[in-house]
T-cell receptor, first 114, second 116 residues
Framework: DQQVKQNSPSLSVQEGRISILNCDYT??????FLWYKKYPAEGPTFLIS?????DKNEDGRFTVFLNKSAKHLSLHIVPSQPGDSAVYFC?????????????FGKGTKLTVNP | DSGVTQTPKHLITATGQRVTLRCSPR?????VYWYQQSLDQGLQFLIH???????AKGNILERFSAQQFPDLHSELNLSSLELGDSALYFC???????????????FGEGSRLTVL
């Protein structure tokens, strides 16, 4: 059972345009959501997060939106730059049955073309 | 550089063998997490140690075991290896107090295991 889903394996955008990466989750126990970025041959790097009590968090060119009723979050990158080309993982964090869980999606490979 | 060190970076071995992956967390971090990333899969949580004690277990096979030592480095032992164990194994550490997983982890570069 995949609790965090990134339905688009890949996304290609033009430099300067907006990149929108989507993520859906199924479990209401998640109360904290994160995005990680991963370059080839490197480990994932934390990018931005959002608590379930908020619907938007912004950090420079990166904004994460959370729609709790739809169990959906998205990462917006504006403007997109070639250096943003990487795999982006969505992750959800919460406590269930006294046990903390951090669940990752399968990732979306973003390519920003010059 | 995340400050998390993993060795070896690459490892090729045969089915039935046993390997040990090593992780040194960032200075001051008490929590160590192990994740497995197989082809076309997301990061699958294996196990979490906090200050030497097992804190949470994920989908870790019985053939796999881990421990965290007094100096806080951790080792992941994989035995009776099968072809399907070929994957990237990531270690991550966290400064979060009391071992609480806030999700904000610092990942190493990973150990790529190939089982032939």
């Amino acid at each position: 059972d995949q609790q965090v889903k990134q339905n688009s394996p890949s996304l290609s955008v033009q430099e300067g345009r907006i990149s929108i990466l989507n993520c859906d989750y199924t479990n209401s126990m998640f109360d904290y959501f994160l995005w990680y970025k991963k370059y080839p041959a490197e480990g994932p790097t934390f990018l931005i997060s959002i608590s379930s009590i908020k619907d938007k968090n912004e950090d420079g060119r990166f904004t994460v939106f959370l729609n709790k009723s739809a169990k959906h979050l998205s990462l917006h990158i504006v403007p997109s730059q070639p250096g943003d080309s990487a795999v982006y993982f969505c992750a959800a964090c919460g406590t269930q049955g006294g046990s903390e869980k951090l669940v990752f999606g399968k990732g979306t490979k973003l390519t920003v073309n010059p | 550089d995340s400050g998390v060190t993993q060795t070896p970076k690459h490892l090729i071995t045969a089915t039935g063998q046993r390997v040990t992956l090593r992780c040194s967390p960032r200075s001051g971090d008490l929590s160590v997490y192990w994740y497995q990333q197989s082809l076309d899969q997301g990061l699958q949580f294996l196990i979490h140690y906090y200050n030497g004690e097992e804190r949470a277990k994920g989908n870790i096979l019985e053939r796999f075991s881990a421990q965290q030592f007094p100096d806080l480095h951790s080792e992941l032992n994989l035995s009776s290896l099968e072809l399907g164990d070929s994957a990237l194994y990531f270690c991550a550490s966290s400064v979060a107090p009391s071992g609480v997983n806030t999700g904000e982890l610092f990942f190493g570069e990973g150990s790529r295991l190939t089982v032939l």
